[in-house]
């Protein structure tokens, strides 16, 4: 089978293909035969992240080929997506049964790649902030997979105003057309705070601004893998929140809740509450661009790859 990786950390151009073994399920894991793998921010940043190179993981969707033991619920040829922890960029990949959902019959393998994952850590970001209807919700990374769903959330929840923050003006059609009321970028020095509810998809040196920009009591949820440090000070002086967020957490520790969350999301899609929204289909082969799509903060959405 094809399989996508790199030997050394850099920049897209260090991916390569080669062909390899199909690997085969171990407890508790399905096998895929893969119709299509979301790229995330995540994936792209530990590509050129220090100390040994680690394989790359991603959401996919496809079809059971192979069901390992104790796999729960699964049989061969169901259709399924989940997130894979390593090897995803490949034509067959093992997922774990419990990250592991059925995709509902009339869904493509590329709608669910870019609406489950993003969607649910959409949802989390957005519960976690604890709204109220009549608030006013700035997201960051609006363009995103998971930004471009927490607008539509937001709106659906009610917010009385709801603020996209983007990289380039752009992509302000995109995000208006998803329900922002506004647009600012983040070389903006003012972002049009303030804001009840923050939801943060970028981190590093943007949470500074971000916390600057919260009304007094209001939430920060950060749920990116940029990091970054908030000086106390900034949170005391509006009596406001900063609150992580990890979709692993709730999967592994709260899987009733992850579960309600996910039949939710697909009622929403069929409502057309949400939309997701694919930037590219991108030839698996073709992985390198995919990359460097992301990086260059040029897509609107989700990046896919398709064998």
Same mark, same amino acid.
């Given at each position: ?69 104790? &796999? ?17 960029? /490949? ?6 049964? /419990? ?54 959330? &937001? ?33 903006? &020095? ?29 939430? !920060? ?43 939710? !999301?697909?009622? !929403? ?17 073709? /992985? ?20």
């Amino acid at each position: 089978m094809l399989r996508i990786r790199h030997e050394v950390n850099g920049g897209p151009e260090v991916l390569f293909a080669e062909e390899v073994d199909r690997p085969e399920p171990g407890a508790g894991e399905v096998l895929v035969r893969v119709e299509a793998v979301g790229v995330t921010l995540p994936t792209v940043r530990k590509l050129r992240g220090s100390g040994e190179p680690v394989p790359l993981g991603g959401e996919v969707a496809g079809e059971v080929v192979a069901v390992g033991a104790g &796999a729960i619920g699964f049989g061969v040829g169901d259709r399924v997506t989940g997130l894979c922890f390593a090897d995803a960029y /490949a034509e067959f990949a093992v997922l774990n049964g /419990a990250m592991a959902s059925r995709i509902p019959d009339g869904a493509t393998a590329v709608e669910a790649v870019a609406l489950v994952r993003s969607g649910l850590v959409a949802r989390g970001a957005h519960e976690a902030a604890r709204p109220e209807p009549g608030e006013s919700v700035l997201v960051t990374a609006a363009a995103s997979a998971v930004g471009s769903l927490a607008l539509q959330y &937001a709106r659906a929840g009610g917010a009385a105003r709801v603020v996209a923050a983007v990289s380039s003006a752009d992509k302000a059609d995109f995000v208006r057309g998803l329900g922002a009321d506004e647009v600012v970028s983040y070389q903006d &020095a003012d972002w049009g705070g303030p804001y009840d509810v923050i939801l943060d998809g970028v981190g590093g040196e943007l949470l500074g601004p971000a916390v600057r920009a919260l009304a007094t009591g209001g939430r !920060l949820v950060a749920y990116s893998s940029g990091g970054g440090t908030v000086e106390a000070y900034e949170l005391l002086l509006r009596g406001a929140s900063l609150i992580g967020f990890q979709m692993r957490a709730v999967a592994l520790g709260r899987p009733e809740l992850y579960h309600r969350w996910l039949r939710e !999301l697909w009622q !929403l899609r069929d409502a057309g509450t949400l939309r997701p929204a694919v930037h590219e289909e991108i030839p698996l082969r073709d /992985a390198a661009r995919a990359h460097a799509v992301i990086e260059q903060r040029r897509n609107l959405g989700k990046v896919v790859l398709v064998p």
